[in-house]
């Protein structure tokens, strides 16, 4: 029975496809495998991408690809600036990272966090639309444009560092990332030397506690111990620890200006903190003040209702 042309060409069109949907997979397989050995690699799990390997995981293949990517975008020329705390983002990024592996399968996961240099890539920060750090964006399977199609994560969010992230990536891709994983802030090696030593001085400790020769027993400590809470209460410095923030900012326009006082709301240096000392020495003095006149007042009730005098201590090297 002779074949037609037309069956002939119906062959040829299915066993094309076949080969074309048996090659794409084949390829998007290898893709796959080719992002899973780079994880491997990597100490974090976080893929370190450039240029080329921006164009050969996500502009090259098309859409829909098999795998999303969570991409950190980082400079290390601005890692000294202390405002942008890219560093430590950095850190809680690869430490998201690590979580998400280490509470998933990763073999059968498509989602893959990556980081892109400045220096190195320029080209794929231009892609992005990248113009200001910190920086993290959530490239879908889905996304031909990886400025427009890209989701940008909030830099205020950012900021709450690696739970604000896992939320971000939960909430975007309906994956779960399960509990972060923080290191220990000792190891347990540092640990067992830490009872060590311990153990060993404990005898010496206890000799002196019963002796009363401690640290703790000097009068001087204390007094230093309150000055300096006294001085961590009026001056602002805690402040500016809890809140990170820098004592003082260059200046955009002339990098050898130093900026001491921000202008806007919202945001205070910590110089500001320590800028008015006429108004701190008189409020210093009203509190010294006050302070006497209530324990001279708390001494003078308590010789009325006890009938025991109690008058001040001098120390012998004073007379």
């Not at 290191?183 to 347990?188: D, G, H, Q, T």
């Not at 111990?225 to 004592?247: E, L, Q």
Request: hydrophobic residues 45%; proline residues 4%; charged residues 20%.
């Amino acid at each position: 029975m002779a074949i037609s042309s037309t069956d002939l060409f119906v062959v040829s069109f299915i066993t094309l496809s076949l080969f074309l949907v048996i090659s794409k997979a084949e390829s998007e397989s290898e893709l796959v495998a080719d992002l899973l050995a780079l994880q491997s690699e990597s100490k974090s799990g976080v893929i370190h991408l450039d240029d080329r390997t921006v164009s050969k995981f996500l502009t090259s293949p098309k859409t829909p690809r098999p795998y999303s990517f969570i991409i950190f975008f980082d400079a290390t020329q601005l890692h000294d600036k202390s405002e942008l705390h890219l560093r430590e983002l950095r850190n809680e990024f690869a430490l998201v990272a690590s979580s998400f592996i280490t509470n998933n399968n990763s073999s059968n996961t498509k989602l893959f966090f990556c980081d892109i240099e400045f220096r190195e890539s320029q080209s794929s920060f231009h892609l992005f639309g990248v113009n200001s750090l910190p920086h993290i964006r959530l490239v879908g399977p889905t996304a031909k444009s990886l400025k427009d199609d890209s989701e940008q994560m909030d830099q205020g969010d950012i900021s709450r560092m690696a739970e604000s992230m896992a939320e971000f990536i939960e909430s975007r891709t309906k994956l779960t990332v399960g509990p972060i994983h923080r290191p220990p802030i000792l190891s347990k090696r540092q640990l067992a030397l830490i009872a060590a030593l311990l153990l060993i001085w404990s005898p010496f400790v206890a000799k002196k506690i019963f002796a009363g020769e401690t640290l703790l027993h000097d009068p001087k400590i204390w007094l230093s111990g309150a000055v300096f809470v006294y001085f961590f209460s009026v001056s602002g410095a805690m402040h500016n620890i809890i809140r990170k923030m820098p004592m003082f900012l260059v200046d955009r326009n002339d990098p050898n200006k130093l900026v001491f006082f921000y202008q806007g709301s919202g945001m205070q240096l910590g110089a500001e903190g320590f800028a008015d000392a006429t108004a701190k020495r008189v409020a210093m003095l009203v509190a010294i003040f006050v302070s006497f006149w209530a324990v001279k007042k708390v001494i003078l009730l308590d010789n009325w209702k006890t009938g025991y005098g109690v008058h001040g201590f001098w120390p012998s090297s004073w007379n």
